[in-house]
């Protein structure tokens, strides 16, 4: 048992790392550029600091490249299913919850892997006393759950087969929820709004906000600790309450990826 085990996580890495080579180039640019963009942000703003709202701006970035990046690598999971290659490989290698394993790997949780390990490099690097405050370790989980929704939902679109759905989907999605959030954010905590248009709003911003729950907790920060008194500041969302809904929707998305692909005719 232990050494069918061995034998089919190693199927699974070696698909998986087969994936990833194809787009390596990808992933040294988003990690380079990524990198720098947190670099530069932590020398001028984090150098021996604990974790601030300065540390946010970068990850921000950063967030929105590996989720095109994701996006990328979902397109690719598609345009294995529509060309028949993954019913080559289900045919020699891989058994069809395998071959789902290594493109989870790739798609959701290597991107969010690289960029936290790359970011706590460099924290120990220029700001190593943010490592003693638990609002960054708390932040990593807010990361963490955001590439992962992202990256199931667009691998949830890439089961279809639809390489160009998963790509351009996740590539908008990645651009526009931040901004949206940040409008929706800004009208309920500023706007003088009647109750039916108020718990409108809430709902819509909770929807979209459970896709980003990183991206919904900068912004709640951001407005919550600013010091420049403002009128209206009607209640948002708790970012605990965002967090919840958005692992609940990893495993519902992670759930239906399962089934339609095990019922899936390749």
Known sequence: MVRSLGVDLRKIYEHASFTANRYLSSY???????????????????????????????LFIAIIIYKIFSSIQASRAAREISSGEAELYLAHTLKRTKYLASTFLVVVFLPALVLLSTFLMIVITVAPKALSSSTLYLQLIYILAELSVHGTFVLFLAISGREGLASFLGTMLAFFVPLFLSILVS???????????????YTVTWIFSFLSPYTYNYYYLMYTQSTIPMPGQNPLPSPWEILASSIFSLMFLGGLIFLRFKRKDL
Do not use: R
């Open 28 to 58: 040294v640019v988003a990690i380079i550029v990524s990198n720098l963009l947190l670099a530069v942000f932590l020398i001028i703003f984090g150098a021996g600091q604990t974790f601030s709202l300065w540390l946010y701006g970068p």
């Open 187 to 201: 009208i309920i905590y500023y706007g003088n709004l009647p109750p039916q248009y108020y718990q409108a709003m």
